[in-house]
């Protein structure tokens, strides 16, 4: 990358910027088409191609996010170094950075997607959630070394790495089997209703909220951090405000994804770290607590089992937004297979998953 194109970027991004988706259930349904979505074209599917994409992805409007990165995130997030360690140059090279990652859709791509959403919208049609079935669909499709590939969303719109539709709609063609078909729709579609669920914590958040709070018991709290926490943070898109902490025997918590300090050059998912802080509030604020030699008192993730056994997923447990994305996935797959909705989780999180299955019916 020349100079002069990311000083043309970055003047071009302010100028911008102050300017302005068993076999009983499938039978019927029309997946053998590679057209499908010429076929079925809906206003409430949209797939930005990439100049269009390349402005959504930079979408701070529903919460900040990139002028929230540090230097190291950055460099995880993207794989390369910026060219300044001056923070807010930094955080231009990172819009930078995602807004040239983005690529178009093929007629291929959207026609399995296309195929995809209406599964999902009859779905939870048919189980009376009408909200989740009826909400818009975007589409950004990037190149996969941004975010090492993570699907993940900006605002409104979900965005989809080249990785992940290679892999996950390898079964779609014209001379496909039904089987092959509904793989696509269990696959492809667990990914997009977790997508989909972080946009609609963005539209509906009181909902979610309700749901952290008076179910599965989490607060809200801003917590005061020390330069070591923030220097090796993550900012997880799909949930950028670390705001939510938890009791455990009249003792708080804090529950967070960071970047091992450990390695000069952080690889994204691979350098990534699960922990728990031990909190105090004082003077209305909460804190991280310490201990005798005045380091945080923290602990892995993996071994809060207190924590870890109240949910019936075992991923994304660092924000209840993960958790319940998560959980709608996992309640896609048990209607799509027309089986039993957490059928394999312990005693210990039957709890929290008849809440959530609860909240669902009265919030959707």
Known sequence: MSILKYTIFVGGLFYMVFSTCFSSFAQGLDFHSNSYSKAHASTDVVFLDAEKGSIAILDESYEPYFSKLQLREIYALTGSLPPSENIEDARNYARYKFSSAVTSFTEKEKSAISYVIKVIKRIFLENRLELIAGHPWRFIKIENWLCGGFAHTRGAYIILSQRHLDHLISNWSDNMTQSDSLLVAKKLGSLLIHEQFHILQRYYSWKFDSLYINSW???????????????????????????????????????????????????????????????????????????????????????????????????????????????????????????????????????????????????F
């Not at 989490?218 to 993550?234: C, G, H, M, S």
């Not at 804190?287 to 207190?306: C, G, M, T, W, Y």
């Not at 319940?324 to 312990?346: D, G, N, P, T, V």
């Open 217 to 363: 018991q989490f607060e809200k709290a801003e917590v005061e951090v020390d330069t070591t926490i923030l220097l090796n943070q993550i900012t997880n898109p799909d949930a950028p405000k670390p705001e939510w902490i938890f009791k455990y025997k009249n003792d708080y918590y804090w529950a967070r994804t960071l970047i091992d300090e450990t390695p000069v050059t952080p690889v994204m998912g691979r350098d990534f770290k699960d922990v728990v802080f031990s909190l105090i509030y004082e003077d209305g604020i909460f804190r991280i607590a310490k201990d005798s030699l005045n380091n945080n008192r923290v602990q892995n993730l993996s071994d809060f089992s207190p924590y870890i056994d109240s949910f019936p997923v075992s991923m994304g447990l660092d924000h209840p937004n993960e958790i319940s994305a998560y959980m709608i996935s996992e309640y896609y797959i048990s209607l799509l297979e027309k089986k039993a909705q957490f059928r394999h989780i312990s005693q210990k999180s039957a709890n929290f998953a008849k809440a959530f299955l609860l909240w669902l019916d009265r919030s």
